[in-house]
């Protein structure tokens, strides 16, 4: 069975451009998961989705990012206007419910560059 | 306000003997834990979880360990070996955090041969 498929694997951008993340979660996961990982933060919680609804998204930074999941099989996370302190790597994940012991599956990331 | 710490950023051993790594955390409602490998250009992979209501936990050469009244649990693998060689997260969550972990920095594990 597939994982989590993210896309791009890699970022580079201008400051000032609009940058588009995706995420595929595990087939039958109803959760979805978007964290992003730095140096000075760790693996923070940006946002997560159940049955595709949004139910916390408290960890986004700022308005200049927003996250959407149109259907069960795909999300993204955008960022726009991307400025150079929004270089990281973004990290999807997915759990088969919601609950709270419950083990996450993570994508291999995308690492973002913003020049 | 770091709820999970990893003190040890790194540790080293040598091959065939135990790991030991170390994790706090300091919200009592935290009642399950994970912990969670990652190899460079990858993303974490879940490795072994407990529950409150246990001490121990064992999956093969991995065990964790939760002293709930000291708050601190830890992964013990044994034997190491070199592809052992990772960053390991522990993560914690509980009933009023819903499904959000919250993950401890890390410890980059090196195993040598």
């Known amino acids: 069975d597939a994982g989590v498929i993210q896309s791009p694997r890699h970022e580079v951008t201008e400051m000032g451009q609009e940058v588009t993340l995706r995420c595929k979660p595990i087939?039958?996961?109803?959760?979805l998961f978007w964290y992003r990982q730095t140096m000075m933060r760790g693996l923070e919680l940006l946002i997560y989705?159940?049955?595709?609804?949004?139910?916390?998204d408290s960890g986004m930074p700022e308005d200049r990012f927003s996250a959407k999941m149109p259907n069960a099989s795909f999300s993204t996370l955008k960022i726009q206007p991307s400025e150079p302190r929004d270089s990281a790597v973004y990290f999807c994940a997915s759990s088969r419910v919601l609950a709270y012991k419950n083990i996450q599956y993570f994508g291999a990331g995308t690492r973002l560059s913003v020049l | 306000d770091q709820q999970v710490k990893q003190n040890s950023p790194s540790l080293s051993v040598q091959e065939g003997r135990i790991s030991i790594l170390n994790c706090d955390y300091t919200n009592s409602m935290f009642d399950y834990f994970l912990w969670y490998k990652k190899y460079p250009a990858e993303g974490p992979t879940f490795l072994i979880s407990?529950?409150?209501?246990?001490d121990k936990n064992e999956d093969g050469r991995f065990t964790v360990f939760l002293n709930k009244s000291a708050k601190h649990l830890s992964l013990h693998i044994v034997p190491s070996q070199p592809g052992d060689s990772a960053v390991y997260f522990c993560?914690?969550?509980?009933?009023?955090?819903?499904?959000?972990?919250?993950f401890g920095e890390g410890t980059q594990l090196t195993v040598n041969p």
């Open positions: 407990i529950s409150s209501i246990k």
């Open positions: 989705f159940n049955n595709n609804v949004p139910i916390d």
């Open positions: 993560a914690a969550s509980g009933e009023t955090s819903g499904s959000r972990l919250t």
């Open positions: 087939s039958g996961h109803n959760s």
